[in-house]
Structure formats: structure tokens, C-alpha cells
């Protein structure tokens, strides 16, 4: 969570009266996160691994799966922030961990963004409004700043434009067929691959079958 007050404090974490570690929350790393936490190829304790080699400092503090699983949900709860995304997991020793897809999501639970498929928008999308390359900005811009000007980015910017696409409603042209077919045309375009995937766990899950790996 961005915060005017609590600046730096959310990237500490006490171990002990005298052991901290610290995240690396840059942008870049969470999205990489989130990407491998999406992962159908990585078993779970792969991902752990991955995550805690891009959001841990002091990554030689310990190599035990079992320890680092339960810091990096401390850490995968900080970036979720307490927000009311679609809500997916992976399982630790310790249970279930929830992770944030951190993308709006329409009726059909699906997501409307997705941060690798719509680098180039969003790239556009924060030069456009905030006048920020985000390219000189890989290990230097947070996650918390850089989710808070996404939130806020203007309806006019290329990556907001294509949301309202994905988001828009065929049903509501039913009256107006050429409309509804440039309309189907361009979401056809615009299509998420990571909806099929959700779609794909989604019958997996109803047919019975593991989504993921246990340790």
C-alpha cells in the first residue's frame, strides 16, 4: 500500500529482535512474481524458489523450502494489500497461500489485463499520462507507486482503451449487428491468453484434477 507515512516500512520484515530481512517490491520483480505464481509448467516449490530469489535481499539467509514459504506469504500479502482481486493459490507445508492475479475482473471472473500480454500499453499508457519510461524505471519504481498511477490512469490511455474492450458487453448491441460485430472483432483481437489458462484450471478443477504440485 502506498503511504505518505509509512514510507519504507513495508519492505522490512522482523524475524527476530535482532534478524530482518528486506523485499525487493519494484515493480518489474512483482509483476515477474505474479507471472511465475501463474505458472501451469513450475511445480510449487519451484515458484517459491523463483520468488524468493526475486524478492528477498539477503536471499542466503536460508535455503529451507519450508522457512522461505512462509516469508514469502508474508510478502505476497503485503502486495495483495488487502484489495478484492480474484483470488488463486498455490499450497505450502504451512496451507494454502493466496495470490493476487491483480487484475480487474469482469462478471465471468475472468481478468481484463494482463501485465506481460499488455506490456506495450501499459508502457504507452504511463509515458502518455505520467510522462515515466518504465523501462528506466526496472529496480527503481515500487509496486505500491506503480499500482497506484496504474489505478489511476485516465480512460483516454491505450491500456484503459483496451480494458473497456474486453469489458464491453456484446449483448447490449444486440439491436445494432455492425457495431456488435466490430466490437467482437476487436476483443477477438484483443484476447487474453490467460483467460483460456483460467478457463483451463477452471475445467481441471471440475473434472477433479490438481492445479498444482504439492512440496
Known sequence: MLSFTK???????????????????????????LNTLDSLAL???????????????????????NIRAKIIEEA??????NRSYQRRSIVTPQGEVFIPPMTDKGDDGLPKYDFEQDA?????????????DLLAEIDKLSWFEFS?????????TPI?????????DLRDYAEEPDKQMTIMEQQDYYHLEIAD???????????GGELFGNL
Open 7 to 33: 514510507t519504507g516500512q513495508s519492505d522490512v520484515f522482523k524475524i527476530d529482535e535482532n534478524v530482518f530481512l528486506h523485499f525487493n517490491f519494484a515493480f518489474n520483480r512483482v509483476i515477474e512474481v
Open 43 to 65: 511445480a510449487d516449490k519451484e515458484k517459491i524458489n523463483i520468488c524468493w530469489n526475486l524478492l528477498i535481499v539477503e536471499k542466503d539467509y536460508t535455503s529451507n523450502v
Open 76 to 81: 505476497l500479502q503485503r502486495i495483495q494489500d
Open 197 to 207: 489458462e483460467i478457463e483451463e484450471q477452471r475445467n481441471l478443477e471440475a473434472n
Open 120 to 132: 506495450g500499453a501499459i508502457y504507452a499508457s504511463f509515458f502518455m499520462q505520467y510522462h515515466i
Open 160 to 168: 484503459k482503451k483496451i480494458i473497456a474492450i474486453r469489458s464491453d
Open 148 to 156: 497506484t498511477l496504474f489505478e489511476h490512469l485516465s480512460e483516454k
